[in-house]
Nanobody, 122 residues
């Protein structure tokens, strides 16, 4: 099994930047694709960004393309989401997830972190 722990959430003004991190343990970190999902109040959890096992391929939701960058450092068992040009609509709990899979045109995962709150003020 996989244990995932997010960190780095917080409060930021619109237009600002934030980097959240995910630390993984329990299995070989570099053996699975991973991703970030968000869940805003009253809404379903939605895919934000994904990265394959080696970091050579990335995928982004349309809403964050050009603003967010996903990366990973397998030597450190870490994954990151750099969030730039933040908007109030980005306010959500962000979850680290693995393994990342595409099923019926949707991104899914089996293991989740506890979530990191990101709040973007106007």
């Amino acid at each position: 099994q996989v244990q995932l722990v997010e960190s780095g959430g917080g409060l930021v003004q619109a237009g600002g930047s934030l980097r959240i991190s995910c630390a993984a343990s329990g299995r070989t970190f570099g053996s699975y694709d991973m991703g970030w999902f968000e869940q805003a109040p009253g809404k379903e959890r939605e895919f934000v960004a994904g990265i394959n096992w080696s970091g050579g391929s990335t995928w982004y939701a349309d809403s964050v393309k050009g603003r967010f960058t996903i990366s990973r450092n397998n030597a450190k068992n870490m994954m990151y989401l750099q969030m730039n040009s933040l908007k109030p609509d980005d306010t959500a709990v962000y979850y680290c997830a693995a393994p990342l899979l595409r099923v019926a045109q949707k991104w899914v995962a089996a293991y989740w972190g506890q979530g990191a709150q990101v709040t973007v003020s106007s």
